[in-house]
């Protein structure tokens, strides 16, 4: 990757590097990893500028040279880095860059643009201000054509600029200059909201709260919250901690974390988050998380580094409008030549369409991230929020995803009604399994405690894993589990072997249960399938999702089962973590955009290599951290929410260029007779069009 030392100070080094203004997504990943390097204080990229500003251990040159160096890393880009000689820096044109670079206000601009409206020796002194509020779209314009060795609409505005202040011309470039900062500006304010919006999640971590110490509740800061303390929360309050409600009941607003439009019922045993809000009623919770462990600083944490990045559609748009500034230029020098008019030379330079763009662009991606994020969606990139929009298959992991993800005891088959009915054989059944922690085990647990059913004492047990279990219950000797362990127990269950197997044909699994070496009874479970999994199926086919596909670990009945009773067109058995990923390459080598949905961490090669990888609220962090869209809520209904958003923002983009477009085409129209089109009127014209597609641009975030 090419890269330069622009300057060097004692503890601050400021790089060029070209890659990360056409690559955005290169530049966050530079950032990121620049500032896990030891002996990095901070660092700054501006991709824009091509600029990284590193600031660094004084004493550690050695390590600086090592960060620099990784620029050309494999974890970045498989390009070798090129050896960097450091030169000296003034302290002065170090700040004095920082000065030029800084966001800045639409005060300066202003200000400049009113001394031009004065006579001509005042409207002159507004020429230092011009410079150094042009100072952005000349570097921009450097930049391009030093690097990339072509001309954009930077360079179009430049030389407007340029020729305007040479012939005096004061307030035409003074114009210029403030409609492009008010495009700046409105893209900036947009930043600033989203960030607003998103960083009101950490409210919380400011103030105080109360914890429950002994038989007394005192008051203490929301920083000295300890996991493992009870935290008490009345109404009106905001809950600092996620964690269990161990007393009391609460209506909680957590819309800012799942998008729950109204607030929702808390009692003992359900799960709280961190920034909601108490409207009515008092609880204690068991805190689990505090601080930058909780869910709503992770959010903030995702939205913070997620680069906006360029979508496909941008970056074309971006091209196409750069590719038509040198026949702009062409065309205006050739009418210039011909009649002489400087003022349409000037009108015709200023008219570009990349301006609007590059501003109306990334703001709609950002505005429609921050509204997503507000529903409880967290898409981490513009150009995941691209490929969400045009996704024709979505795979779907079968557990936690499409089901539960926690069985259920759906019925209890007995071959002696008589001496043990459905009813006990769940007693003894529960009994035999009280004590053990395997998912199906507190399955036929909770049957028990729902239907009230007595548990009887055991005397011991013998428990094989992934096998079953023998207990001594009430002088019975009780076995429970798979075929394979009545086997190993020479146990006869041959009798039951149709059943069973037209029982896992409708999706179920099977316990056989016997009493004293004789099979009594079957207890059929299942993974529960999440109740809006089939409409959520049918909407995305209804969106033109045109295939849908179900991976599991499950033999190939239960696939086949669950897939007819969920609608969805295919399914894979008895997957493997590196199987998923081999079948998402196959879907993606037929030229499918693909998504993935999962849960777990087998899941995460998959989340990865998929197209979109998209993780569940409860899933595992490693699938969380490598899918590229996070649904805060445990609900597959987000996952449309996700699509949609990602469409209105690739519509939005298509309302803006549309407006830019068509106001631009219009400028141009009536720039070329000369007559018809002033300089002033070029840029209201031009940069207006970027301002209007602005505002229209942040209406997502308007709406709440």
């Known amino acids: 990757m090419e890269c330069m030392v622009v300057h060097c100070v004692t503890g601050r080094v400021r790089l060029r590097v070209p890659g990360i203004y056409r690559d955005e997504s290169l530049g966050a990943a530079l950032a990121v990893w620049l500032a896990k390097r030891e002996g990095v204080s901070s660092c700054r990229v501006n991709t824009l500028c091509a600029s990284v500003v590193i600031c660094f251990d004084a004493g550690a040159p050695d390590l600086l040279q090592m960060a620099i160096g990784g620029l050309g890393g494999r974890e970045l880009q498989q390009q070798p880095a090129l050896p960097i000689q450091f030169s000296g820096g003034s302290e002065r044109l170090t700040r004095v860059l920082d000065f030029l670079d800084r966001p800045k206000s639409l005060l300066w601009p202003t200000v400049s643009l009113a001394l031009a409206l004065a006579s001509a020796p005042v409207a002159a002194s507004a020429l230092p201000l011009m410079v150094i509020n042009a100072f952005p779209t000349w570097k921009r314009a450097f930049i391009v054509v030093r690097f990339e060795r072509r001309l954009n609409v930077d360079f179009l505005d430049s030389m407007a600029m340029l020729i305007s202040a040479l012939r005096g011309q004061f307030f035409t470039g003074a114009f210029i200059i403030w409609m492009i900062r008010l495009g700046d500006w409105i893209r900036d304010k947009t930043a600033a909201r989203s960030k607003r919006a998103i960083t009101d999640l950490l409210a919380f971590q400011t103030a105080h709260t109360w914890i429950q110490r002994r038989k007394k509740v005192v008051r203490i800061a929301v920083s000295d919250v300890q996991v493992g303390q009870t935290v008490v929360v009345y109404p009106g309050e905001i809950i600092s901690v996620d964690g269990e409600v161990t007393g009391g009941a609460a209506a909680v607003e957590q819309s800012n974390i799942t998008g729950e439009s109204l607030p929702v019922e808390r009692q003992v045993g359900d799960k709280v988050y961190a920034s909601t809000v108490v ?87 950002l505005a429609m991230m921050t509204h997503a994020a507000r529903q409880g969606i967290i898409i981490k990139s513009g150009r995941h929020m691209e490929r969400l929009a045009h996704l024709d298959t979505i795979v779907f992991d079968k557990t936690g995803t499409l089901t539960t993800g926690v069985p259920e005891v759906l019925d209890v088959v007995s071959f002696n009604e008589r001496l043990f ?18 998912p199906v085990s507190q399955a036929i647990l909770a049957k028990a405690r729902r239907e009230g059913i007595r548990i009887p004492e055991r005397s011991g047990a013998d428990f094989q894993i992934g096998l079953g279990v023998e207990a001594k219950v009430n002088g019975y000797s009780i076995h429970v589990g798979s075929e394979r362990y009545f086997r190993a127990k020479q146990i006869a269950h041959g009798g039951s072997a149709d059943l069973v197997e037209s029982i896992n044909t409708r999706g179920c699994s099977t316990l056989l249960f016997a009493v004293d070496g004789t099979l009594t009874g079957l207890i059929l479970y299942a993974d529960r399938i999440r109740p809006e999994s089939r409409d959520v199926i049918r909407t995305l086919h209804n969106r033109g999702v045109r295939d849908t596909v179900m991976l599991t670990g499950d033999n190939g009945n239960v696939a086949s089962a669950v897939a007819s009773r969920l609608g969805i067109g295919r399914y894979f058995c008895e997957t493997m973590p ?56 445990d609900n597959l209904w987000k996952l449309i929410g996700a699509i949609d958003a990602s469409r209105q923002a690739i519509a939005l983009i298509g309302q803006n260029y549309g407006i830019i477009a068509a106001v631009n085409t219009l400028a141009m129209a009536l720039a070329i007779p000369g007559e018809l089109m002033t300089p002033n009127v070029a840029a209201l014209l031009s940069n207006g069009s970027a301002i209007a597609a602005s505002v229209n641009a942040v209406r997502p975030i308007l709406r709440y």
């Open 578 to 633: 590196s199987e998923k990923v081999e079948i998402i390459k196959r879907l993606q080598e037929g030229g499918r955009t693909v998504a993935m949905v999962g849960d777990g961490i087998n899941d995460s090669p998959a989340l990865a290599y998929a197209d979109v990888g998209i993780a569940m609220k409860n899933g595992a962090d490693a699938a969380r951290e490598t899918a590229d869209v996070v649904l805060m809520e």
């Open 279 to 365: 409207r009515q009623g008092t609880i204690r919770i068991h805190a689990t998380r505090t601080g930058a462990d909780t869910t709503a600083a992770r959010i903030v944490r995702l939205i913070a580094e997620a680069p906006v990045s360029e979508t496909r559609i941008q970056n074309y748009a971006e091209r196409f409008a750069d590719k038509l500034v040198a026949p702009t230029l062409l065309l205006s020098a050739g009418l210039y030549i011909v009649t002489g008019n400087l003022n349409r030379l000037l009108s015709m330079m200023i008219i570009d369409y990349g301006t609007g763009i590059r501003v109306a662009a990334p703001t709609s991606v």
């Open 421 to 438: 009915p459905p009813r006990k054989i769940v007693g003894l059944a529960a009994a035999a399994e009280e004590r053990l922690k395997h």
